[in-house]
């Protein structure tokens, strides 16, 4: 068997990177994961004794906290030995714009920029093959012609998180020369179960209320937004990871589908289908924030990286009711599971 690669996550507890770790591990690669476990750490608990596994308690705003997690007195059981990171995975920010507002604008700048060009500075002083950076379709903010968006389409971010995002963005296309090579990926809008799930993404949310309220309130109901389920991103990473470097060196992909374009109006539908008893009830009000309506193309990671997502919305909403039916998850109100709220607590 050959010698397991090494990939570092930041923000490896969190709802993405809590299942990327399970991904790697799977696939026989070694993790460390960097968390200041704001959310809790417990996403991580079924990990601690795998051989494979590693968790130190960091922040990456810390000048530092890269280089000196990889050293056996900063690590959690020591992994002495252990070759330095093949790849980095920077998951690690203030994310989305309530929790981007919640914090303010220095504080969003340096956890979602200043951090990413410390990450990556450390990753390429390391001599890491591949840093991956999780971005958004924010970035894209409202449609000028209604066409389907592509990574040349114009940015028009609408929140101070897409704002940082697009800077970090900047900062590695910079770097595409670097030992290290930097891709991006613009996530769609994340839904489904993972071992730190999230409600306060529209689909989880939406899910939820309708379970617990049996009621749903809707705002910019005609509204597009494009959607992807979170193991499907995971798999996107992973499909990151094995690429030729060739084909992600300096590059921004999309990550989603192109059935994952639906009105909120159409998931509010799909909804109905698992939980009929629901009450819908719109209302015409308009407010700041990430003000999206876009359709997305997901043309190029389909083509350049073979790419295609496997789980549609409606298994998210399978699941995410079964989770709440079998009490699989028993207090879904609790702030952790949101990430504004609990930031402000």
């Given at each position: 068997m050959?010698e397991s690669?090494?990939a570092?996550?930041?923000?490896?507890?969190?709802?993405?990177?809590s299942l990327?770790t399970s991904?790697l591990?799977?696939?026989n690669w070694?993790v460390?994961?960097?968390?200041?476990l704001?959310?809790g750490?417990e996403?991580?608990v079924?990990?601690?004794h795998?051989?494979?596994?590693?968790?130190v308690?960091?922040?990456v705003?810390?000048?530092?906290?890269?280089?000196d997690?990889l050293?056996?007195?900063r690590s959690t059981?020591?992994?002495?030995?252990?070759p330095k990171?093949?790849s980095?995975i920077?998951?690690?920010?203030?994310?989305?714009?309530p929790?981007c507002?919640a914090?303010?604008?220095?504080?969003?700048?340096r956890?979602?920029v200043e951090?990413?060009?410390q990450?990556?500075?450390?990753?390429s002083?390391?001599?890491a093959?591949?840093?991956?950076f999780?971005?958004?379709?924010s970035n894209?903010?409202?449609?000028?012609?209604?066409?389907?968006?592509?990574?040349?389409?114009p940015?028009?971010?609408q929140?101070l998180?897409?704002?940082?995002?697009?800077?970090?963005?900047?900062?590695l296309?910079?770097?595409?020369?670097s030992?290290?090579?930097?891709?991006?990926?613009r996530f769609?809008?994340l839904?489904?179960i993972?071992?730190r799930t999230?409600f306060?993404l529209?689909i989880?949310?939406?899910?939820?209320?309708a379970?617990?309220?049996r009621?749903?309130?809707?705002?910019?109901?005609g509204y597009t937004?494009?959607?992807?389920?979170?193991?499907?991103v995971?798999r996107g990473?992973l499909?990151?990871?094995?690429?030729?470097?060739?084909?992600i060196?300096?590059?921004?992909?999309n990550?989603g589908t192109?059935?994952?374009n639906?009105?909120?109006?159409?998931?509010?539908?799909?909804?109905?289908?698992?939980?009929?008893q629901?009450?819908?009830?719109?209302k015409?009000?308009?407010?700041?924030?990430d003000?999206?309506?876009?359709s997305?193309?997901f043309e190029?990671?389909k083509?350049?990286?073979g790419?295609?997502?496997?789980?549609?919305?409606?298994d998210?909403?399978?699941?995410l009711v079964?989770a709440?039916?079998?009490?699989?998850?028993r207090?879904?109100?609790d702030?952790?599971y949101?990430?504004a709220?609990?930031i402000?607590?």
């Open positions: 050959n690669r090494h570092l996550i930041t923000g490896g507890a969190g709802y993405i990177g990327l991904e591990l799977r696939a070694r460390t994961v960097l968390d200041s704001l959310f750490g996403s991580l079924g990990f601690l795998h051989p494979n596994f590693n968790f308690k960091t922040d705003t810390e000048p530092r906290a890269v280089r997690a050293t056996s007195s059981y020591g992994k002495a030995g252990w990171p093949d980095v920077h998951l690690a920010a203030i994310v989305g714009f929790a507002q914090v303010g604008r220095q504080a969003a700048w956890y979602n951090a990413t060009k990450v990556f500075e450390q990753a002083a390391l001599g093959g591949r840093f991956v999780a971005s958004t379709y894209y903010g409202l449609s000028t012609d209604g066409k389907p968006v592509t990574e040349e389409s940015l028009n971010p929140s998180y897409a704002e940082t995002k697009i800077a970090a963005e900047e900062f296309l910079a770097q595409k020369d030992v290290t090579a930097p891709l991006s990926f769609a809008t839904y489904g993972s071992p999230r306060d529209i989880n949310q939406f899910v939820l209320d379970f617990t309220k009621e749903l309130i809707i705002y910019q109901r937004r494009s959607f992807v389920h979170v193991r499907d995971v990473i499909s990151g990871l094995d690429a030729p470097e060739q084909k060196r300096g590059q921004i992909f990550l192109d059935s994952g639906y009105t909120k109006d159409e998931i509010v539908q799909l909804i109905l289908r698992r939980m009929p629901t009450i819908v009830d719109y015409d009000l308009t407010f700041g924030g003000m999206r309506d876009i997305v193309s190029k990671i083509r350049e990286l790419f295609e997502t496997i789980l549609n919305v409606d998210g909403i399978r699941e079964f709440l039916k079998s009490g699989l998850i207090n879904p109100q702030e952790k949101r990430n709220q609990f402000v607590q």
